[in-house]
């Protein structure tokens, strides 16, 4: 395996300032393994648009700034030059942006997202648009209009949604670094179920602005990485305050480098670390257990301070979930009707009245799940069900932040683990959207709380990557990249070395790709 | 139950019978410099989707940001209609497909208002003055402009197709919205009219929107239900849409009241519904069913935070208000010199600013009201259109003031220059150029017809010099008629004395 993909961004950071390595090669490398090993019949299918010529351009304009030094070489963000993958919720200039739907496909998006002008301002290269479920609904990745995404793993499994994209991408060293979206667990229990580190940031720490809205109180962007070091330089950059986006927190961006920094010394002396009692036990797998409990070993040896919290409503967090997420999603999509952009579809027959169309468009654009989500949302929003529904759903929302107040009155940050199960594999849940459901238990209530959550690696179970999650305070998210990073550092120590390079060697030949 | 009828009741016999029961909303176009969640222009007639941006278009990720502007603008009117601001408010999803609405939602205020519980004391012809109660006054984004294509109605239904301009697609709106109101009787049409005045009146001094009814940008929702005398409980009630001149909210009230009564006393009920309303026969028909099944799913809006009010802020902006209508009033009668009777019937023809304006423009009180309530209201009046849409400025009225001042042209010729003007052909130098209307005060061409006119008429002649000055009348009609009416009527009397030889 090529040298360079392999690196971490952090590392691949450090060579491109040194000159030892130029970025127009990083990015060459990255897009010789897409080509290698996403395509193909049982490829990872972790890209629906590879952005080729303009990867290579800002790489080569990196190249050059680098090259003539001065001023503008010292300007440059420290990651400048490190490819970069982007969740295709998020919209771009020069790319399509389809939600993998087909209500927008070709569809060509006029503006950049706030953090697109921050990647472009900093010079990543971006390598390309990744896949998800439909509009980012699903946790699978199943539920793309354009094919499922493959768990570099273990081809025949998920890769997590929806975000399974970007979290396949960064797995299957197609790239160091991309950006998710986290809505229930969208990037967590991606990052979970392929042995990556991912964040969902403080609600309002990162810019919503063009990132096509799910469900806009629980949306939230944040980095998607092999290191937690790498997830604290891609989180700070795309970061702050952003006057097109009214929710988002006007305070500047946590010292997260410096926590990761901290912590992988791997001392976790006077960290008191709060152990959920409602997201262990019952529905977690025997393997997941396991290696959480190991986790809970090694951070109580390294000077943590572990003790038991409750969280009595989070038994109610699902459900509330299920109110308020499709209530927001109902309403979000309705722009989504083929009058203005993206697909439009006449009926095969009959009159051609807006209603009609924009009826014949939503029918055949949208997928099942989508659709499921948004006649949930319609009903649980009518008149007469409101109260009962999308206002229970709030109260419970309350709750759900009471119990977290209470937790962190104890613990400075809490644990879990990220999901209850290791990959599934593709196809056993597609009937059975309720199961498929239950993979989010972990993960909702912090988006439910608006606070920040991160998974990182916490060894194998049958050989499939299990996630272990911290979660802390709102703002607080720097106390999660010294207990992530002291977390993988403790477990590299007793591995030998990251799990990732555990993962099986993917190549053309096994993914039925070129060569 | 069919509630239609071809019949009307005559106005007098069903308020016989019956007691009108009134409600309005009145939405009113911000006149701030962005749109309400975006930085788009808010700009009128400018080219269609022009002045719009992807948050305004609606396109996939975009996200709304409240324009505090807009928001200060709405406390402001709230202040104005005493009305309570509220501490704290939010914005919320109004939800339904149509095209002219990008999000297919319509960002509004639901059940918390930014002001509330406030009233406006409403003067009427007479001089009474009758107090309207408001319910709330709501900030809310406009939906864009559809131009149906086709079709016989000019309505969406039958049309080939539309042609939607999302210009005005987030354009702030206020909305007002009064408590019922029940007592006016008779008077309703008058009040109707008088109330929707009375906002546009507020508004515009205010300075807050530029409240030309004519582009919409103060568009009133009439409800009217009769209840028969002495009973306790409302009648059901049409909402007729959209009536965009005080006249039109005048007659839509009236056409209403003579509609119910007729449906009544058929036997038959009224059915809850919107009504539409034509201006060319003062008539309004069924628009749609409005019902408790209208089901527009409210929920707070995600994506902006509550607008939290301090009581500085609130301070600060009271303190921008104008004086009040009714004081300014009493100045302004104050300061033009004008009887009870002059100024009533100026404020009644709703002209006050218009006269306020000319005056400021250059003229006098009395010249301003003389073009005002005479000339422009005989146009309008034969145009059916209120004075204040007949596209005079006052800058037209000094200008006219100033031709015949400078003796270019006379009274008789202003009006017919006026007419052109309302008619659009220019500014009155441009068509008196144009249309070669100068007077002529060129004594020599005016001395050569008034010799001729003279000559003519000896026995006139006589009867002047023998002392009957008021007999040069008798020589006008041969003089005009020889300069084809663009002779100085007192100039020709000069000269003809000074022919004479007699002390003028």
Same mark, same amino acid.
């Given at each position: ?14 060579? $491109? ?42 790489? &080569? ?83 793309? +209009? ?51 580190? !991912? ?10 602005? !063009? ?21 604290? *330089? ?28 901290? !912590? ?52 109610? &967090? ?67 069900? *409101?109260?009962?529904? *999308? ?68 060894? $194998? ?21 010294? +207990? ?32 | ?84 601001? =509220? ?8 939800? @339904? ?11 509004? #205020? ?16 007479? /001089? ?37 301009? @999302? ?63 002495? =009973?306790?409980?409302? /009648? ?6 959209? %009536? ?27 059915? #809850? ?59 302004? #009668?104050?300061?033009?010199? @004008? ?109 050569? =017809?008034?010799?001729? =006119? ?6 006139? %002649? ?23 009416? #663009? ?18």
């Amino acid at each position: 395996m090529n040298e360079i993909i392999h690196l971490s961004a952090t590392e691949l950071a450090a060579k $491109l300032r040194a000159g030892e390595i130029t970025s127009v090669a990083a990015v060459q490398a990255h897009l010789d393994r897409i080509a290698e090993v996403d395509g193909g019949e049982r490829g990872v299918n972790a890209f629906l648009h590879v952005n080729t010529e303009e990867a290579l351009a800002v790489a &080569a304009e990196v190249d050059a700034i680098r090259a003539a030094g001065g001023a503008d070489a010292q300007a440059l963000h420290p990651f400048a030059g490190v490819p970069i993958a982007i969740k295709d919720l998020i919209v771009t200039k020069g790319q399509p942006t389809t939600a993998a739907s087909k209500m927008l496909e070709g569809w060509m998006s006029p503006y950049d997202a706030t953090v697109i002008e921050k990647i472009r301002a900093a010079k990543l290269p971006m390598l390309g648009k990744t896949n998800l479920d439909e509009f980012a609904m699903g946790s699978s990745t199943e539920h793309s +209009a354009y094919g499922p995404t493959r768990n570099p793993w273990d081809l025949d499994r998920i890769p997590g949604g929806s975000g399974g994209g970007s979290a396949a991408a960064v797995a299957a060293f197609e790239a160091p670094l991309a950006l998710g979206t986290d809505t229930g667990g969208s990037i967590r229990q991606p990052g979970a179920v392929t042995g990556t580190v !991912g964040v969902k940031p403080t609600y309002g720490g990162v810019s919503r602005y !063009g990132a096509i809205a799910m469900a806009s109180s629980l949306d939230q962007i944040g980095p998607v990485t092999r290191t937690v070091l790498d997830s604290a *330089y891609l989180h700070e950059l795309i970061g702050g305050h952003d006057a097109a986006d009214s929710t988002s927190l006007n305070e500047p961006v946590p010292a997260l480098i410096a926590a990761a920094e901290q !912590g992988a010394s791997g001392d976790m002396t006077g960290v008191r670390v709060g152990v959920i009692k409602e997201l262990q036990g019952e529905g977690y797998e025997a393997g997941v257990q396991a290696r959480f409990d190991e986790s809970l070993e090694a951070l109580r040896a390294a000077g943590a301070e572990i003790v038991e919290v409750s969280c009595p409503n989070f038994k109610y &967090a699902l459900g509330a979930y299920y109110l308020i997420m499709p209530s927001e999603v109902s309403s979000n999509l309705a722009k989504f009707d083929g009058v203005r952009f993206g697909t439009r579809v006449l009926p095969a027959e009959g009159p051609l009245t807006i209603e009609r169309v924009m009826g014949a468009t939503r029918a055949a654009g949208f997928g099942d799940e989508v659709k499921r989500r948004i006649i949930l949302g319609t009903y649980a929003l009518s008149a007469g069900y *409101y109260d009962a529904y *999308y206002g229970s759903a709030q109260k419970v929302r309350t709750l759900i932040q009471r119990d977290f107040d209470a937790a962190f009155a104890q613990a400075d940050v809490l644990i879990s683990p990220t999901s209850p199960t290791v990959a599934f594999e593709l196809g056993s849940k597609t009937d059975d959207p309720l199961a498929m459901y239950l993979n989010d238990v972990a993960t909702i209530p912090a988006n439910m709380a608006g606070i920040p959550g991160i998974t990182v690696p916490g060894g $194998l179970s049958e050989g499939l990557p299990v996630g272990i999650q911290f979660l802390a305070p709102a703002r607080e998210d720097a106390r999660l990249y010294r +207990a992530g990073a002291a977390l993988e550092k403790l477990l590299e120590d007793k591995w030998g070395g990251r799990l990732i390079d555990q993962a099986p060697e993917l190549s053309a030949a096994t993914t039925g790709g070129v060569s | 139950m069919a509630s239609y009828t071809d019949e009307l009741v005559d106005f007098d016999v069903a308020l016989e019978k019956y007691d009108p029961v009134l409600g309005f909303e009145v939405h009113v176009e911000l006149n701030t410099k962005t749109k309400m969640f975006s930085s788009a222009p808010n700009v009128f007639g400018d080219v269609p989707n022009t002045n719009v941006t992807p948050v305004c278009l609606g396109l996939p990720g975009v996200l709304p940001v409240v324009n505090k502007t807009a928001v200060e603008y709405a406390i402001m009117i709230g202040l104005a209609l005493n009305c309570k601001i =509220a501490e704290r408010c939010g914005f919320a999803r109004k939800n @339904y497909f149509y095209p002219d609405t990008p999000k297919n939602f319509q960002t509004s #205020q639901y059940d918390d208002p930014i002001a509330y519980d406030g009233w406006l004391d409403i003067e009427l012809s007479d /001089g009474e003055v009758f107090r309207v109660e408001i319910e709330r006054a709501h900030m809310e984004e406009d939906a864009g402009k559809l131009t149906h294509m086709g079709g016989a109605t000019g309505r969406i239904q039958g049309a080939d197709y539309s042609l939607v301009d @999302y210009n005005r697609s987030g354009v702030p709106l206020v909305e007002i919205v009064t408590k019922t109101i029940e007592g006016a009787g008779k008077r309703a049409p008058e009040l109707a009219k008088a109330y929707v005045a009375a906002i546009r009146e507020i508004v515009k001094a205010l300075d807050v929107s530029d409240a030309k009814m004519e582009r919409g940008n103060v568009r009133c929702d009439a409800n009217v239900s009769l209840m028969l005398k002495g =009973a306790e409980k409302f /009648g059901t009630r049409t909402e007729t849409k959209n %009536v965009n001149s005080l006249r039109a909210v005048e007659h839509a009230v009236r056409f209403e009241i003579e509609r119910h009564a007729a449906v009544l006393n058929s036997g038959a009920a009224i059915v #809850q519904e919107t009504r539409h309303w034509h201006e060319d026969t003062r008539t309004t028909t069924s628009g749609r069913p409005k019902s408790d099944a209208d089901d527009y799913r409210y929920f707070p809006e995600p994506d902006l935070v509550p607008v939290v009010t301090t009581p500085e802020w609130i301070e600060e902006l009271r303190a921008r208000l104008p004086e009040p209508p009714a004081e300014r009033r009493k100045r302004l #009668q104050a300061d033009w010199g @004008y009887s009870d009777a002059e100024f009533r019937d100026v404020v009644n023809a709703g002209v006050t600013e218009a006269i306020e304006e000319t005056i400021a423009a250059g003229t006098t009180a009395a010249v301003a009201r003389k073009w005002w309530m005479g000339e422009i209201a005989r146009l309008a009046k034969n145009a059916d259109k209120d004075v204040t849409d007949m596209g005079v400025e006052p800058a037209t009225i000094v200008e006219l003031n100033s031709l015949i001042e400078g003796k270019k042209i006379n009274d008789k010729i202003a009006r017919q220059v006026l007419e052109f003007v309302v008619a659009g052909e220019g500014t009155p130098s441009q068509i008196v150029e144009k249309r070669s209307l100068a007077v002529v005060n060129d004594d020599s061409a005016l001395g050569a =017809a008034i010799d001729a =006119a003279m000559e003519a008429m000896p026995d006139v %002649v006589a009867k002047v010099k023998g002392g009957k000055l008021q007999a040069i009348g008798a020589l006008m009609g041969p003089v005009m008629k020889a300069t084809r009416g #663009q002779a100085d009527a007192g100039r020709v009397r000069e000269l003809v004395l000074e022919k004479l030889g007699i002390e003028g």
